[in-house]
């Protein structure tokens, strides 16, 4: 008999909290508020199409053979370029070099290599509360002390990161239309979180997937633009593009770089190279600039339509007793609280048995989860299905009440 044993490490990889809970919600004709999916509206299949052919008729054997564990050359250059562009126009300069952009493939790779290389057994790790648990997934396995810091208005508590930042080999945050939360860190939090960063020596992993997608206007410049050598900046085309292709980036100092780079061949030599021509492909020619304003305004009509959904079905009482919801100003999540009483993993199946789904937010906190949030995703239905399915959500809380 073959005898398997288990590194240690391995019983740190846990499945998905979200993906089990989820499972439930797999019932043909629930309407979906659970899934952090993008809306396969947005995926601009006839400019792939048309890049497949050009990328194998101009460069056949590039696309096809092994290539560099940076990435490929014109790409980093582009996403170089984009920083840079964008940030000017948030104010703050940000001079990026393509020396310091790396492809990955997808931003949860970037995640997955910060990891090894800067987190030992028993290293303390801060992240916002709630986080992204993708990122905690990616860091568990390094064994570190995950360590929350608390939120107020403006994004980090200045205070509380200060009493935690000793000896912490970095803060992970995600300054733009936050997984799970929607919220968003006002220019006011980021100069402060990036000063307060740069008084204690603190790393900033600054993961930012969803920026692109505001709605009204951008947001404040990024906190890795205010101290490049002081942070690590994560960039992902599954929200612009299209998920499938597994395409993201990271920008690193030169003190962390040339690890990150050993760490990304060992992992996987390098990023499709394939993959990585077809989006310089599509990309090139400003095709990012005419295609995101589309994906910002079928998402901002969908949000649009689930506030009206929940101001219609959840009128708003003492406070503590009705249901309450945040206004995120781009990205793909609301947040919501239920009643004083409620927890959101027990309406779960109530909600699912009247056709709706959503994602508890108790999962997501790295200590002391709230019972009572919970994340509703305005991406993937309709408006129609939003009408829907947030009438249904308001049903589940009636019997909730009365069960
Ligand atoms: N970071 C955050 C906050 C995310 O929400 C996601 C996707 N759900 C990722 C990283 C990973 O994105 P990808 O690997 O597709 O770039």
Do not use: E, R
């Given at each position: 008999m073959t005898q398997w044993t288990l590194a240690a490490r391995a019983a740190k990889m846990n499945p998905s909290v979200i993906r089990e809970i989820l499972k439930v919600t797999e019932r043909p004709g629930i309407i979906s508020f659970a899934g952090g999916l993008p809306s396969p509206k947005t995926f601009p299949v006839a400019e792939f199409e048309a890049a497949c052919a050009a990328v194998l008729k101009d460069d056949p054997a590039g696309a096809l053979q092994y290539a560099a564990s940076e990435g490929y050359g014109p790409l980093r250059e582009m996403v170089a370029h984009d920083l840079g562009r964008q940030a000017a126009a948030a104010g703050t300069p940000w001079k990026v070099d393509p020396a310091q952009v790396m492809i990955t493939t997808g931003s949860q790779q970037g995640l997955d290599l910060v990891a090894k290389i800067l987190i030992d057994a028993g290293s303390r790790v801060l992240v916002e509360s709630p986080t992204y648990l993708g990122a905690v997934m990616a860091f568990m396995p390094m064994e570190p002390e995950v360590v929350s810091v608390e939120n107020d208005a403006n994004g980090v508590d200045i205070a509380d990161l200060k009493a935690k930042a000793a000896g912490a080999r970095f803060l992970y945050c995600l300054p733009n239309f936050q997984n799970p939360t929607g919220r968003t860190m006002s220019e006011a939090g980021r100069s402060a979180l990036s000063a307060a960063a740069q008084a204690t020596g603190l790393p900033i992993m600054e993961d930012n997937p969803y920026g692109d997608l505001w709605f009204d206007t951008p947001p404040p410049a990024p906190l890795t633009a205010r101290n490049p050598d002081g942070g690590i900046y994560l960039g992902s085309f599954s929200k612009v593009?299209?998920?499938?292709?597994r395409m993201g980036f990271i920008v690193a100092p030169k003190a962390v770089f040339p690890k990150l780079l050993q760490a990304k061949q060992a992992a996987d030599?390098?990023?499709p190279g394939f993959n990585q021509r077809l989006i310089t492909q599509v990309m090139q020619g400003g095709f990012l600039d005419r295609h995101v304003p589309t994906i910002r305004a079928l998402y901002k009509a969908q949000r649009d339509a689930m506030l009206q959904a929940l101001s219609h079905n959840f009128p708003q009482g003492e406070a503590d007793d009705s249901l309450t919801w945040n206004t995120p100003a781009g990205g793909m999540f609301l947040w919501a609280r239920l009643p004083k009483g409620m927890n959101a993993v027990d309406l779960l199946p109530l909600a699912v048995d009247q056709g709706v789904a959503f994602v508890p937010g108790a999962p997501f906190y790295a200590a002391h989860g709230d019972p009572r949030t919970l994340r509703l995703s305005f991406v993937t239905p309709s408006v129609d299905e939003i009408h829907r399915g947030v009438a249904a959500l308001a049903k589940a809380l009636d019997v909730y009440r009365h069960s």
């Open positions: 593009l299209a998920p499938g292709l030599l390098h990023s």
